[in-house]
């Protein structure tokens, strides 16, 4: 018989620390795929927090798929420049080859899903 599964952020897997300006926990389920917490601060920028966790690529190799809480994001596309403002209530899917930043002056919260293959 199945079990059901519940996991909490308060105890997350892994925590991705970036100070003051806030962090990603990350837990995971038992069939590998994981579910994400993102706490933004506002003046939090992809290229300053989290870049140089994650070895500073030239822009973020991760597909994302969420939901966004609180706050407004505006997530840029680096090939391209284009610009897409992710606020309250969206659901998202941002592809990789990104960059973001908080825009404003409101701690932005996001949930973020992640099917088994997109774990390393």
């Not at 920028?45 to 994001?73: F, R």
């Not at 309250?88 to 002056?105: Q, R, T």
Request: aromatic letters at 8%.
């Amino acid at each position: 018989m199945d079990a059901i599964e519940t996991r909490r952020f308060e105890n997350p897997d892994q925590f991705l620390d970036m100070k003051e300006r806030g962090g990603i926990s990350i837990v995971k389920m038992g069939d590998g795929s994981a579910g994400m917490r993102a706490i933004f601060e506002p003046g939090w920028t992809w290229e300053a927090d989290e870049k140089p966790l994650l070895g500073s690529p030239a822009s973020c190799p991760m597909q994302h798929t969420g939901y966004c809480i609180s706050g407004s994001l505006m997530v840029r596309m680096v090939d391209t420049g284009v610009e897409t403002r992710i606020g309250v209530g969206d659901f998202f899917e941002i592809p990789p080859g990104h960059d973001a930043y908080v825009d404003g002056a409101d701690r932005v919260e996001l949930i973020l899903f992640a099917p088994p293959e997109h774990q390393h």
